[in-house]
């Protein structure tokens, strides 16, 4: 039998003059930009510059830092789930081997059998395509 099961108690000491419930929010918003950074570093590969040059590795961060952003933007709005890990996201679904075929004017997108996240890929590429284009 567990003792305290459903709850986590952690102790806080500030000098902060606020409500816990604020100080609370401010917690968790530090968390999820510490968990921002773990996933660019380890997700997108920016704990190493490729480059010895500032433009190079200045393009090389502005192009990870899109790529992190569309993949958090297609686990929200696609996936419709709490944040993945680009890494996850790249083991899941990203590097998959998949093939592409024309046929009647239209593209068929095959799968591979018995793939574990064939239904949530198929939702989410409903949930994208279903969002309106504007200009």
Known sequence: MAFFAAYRYHGCITDQH??????????????????AIRDLKYGVGLNHLPSERFPANAAWLAVQIMAHNL???MA?????????????????????????TRKARRLILHLPQ??????????????????????
Do not use: M
């Not at 709005?77 to 081997?97: M, N, W, Y």
């Not at 890929?121 to 200009?135: D, W």
């Open 114 to 135: 018995d793939w574990p996240w064939q239904n949530q890929f198929s939702s989410a590429l409903a949930r994208l395509s279903a969002l309106p284009l504007h200009s």
């Open 18 to 35: 606020v409500d816990t419930v604020a100080l609370e929010a401010d917690h968790h918003r530090h968390a999820e930009i510490e968990n």
């Open 71 to 73: 993949a958090r933007w």
């Open 76 to 100: 929200r709005i696609g996936l419709g789930e709490q944040p993945v890990t680009t890494k996850t996201l790249r083991r899941r679904f990203f590097s998959l081997a998949r093939r592409i």
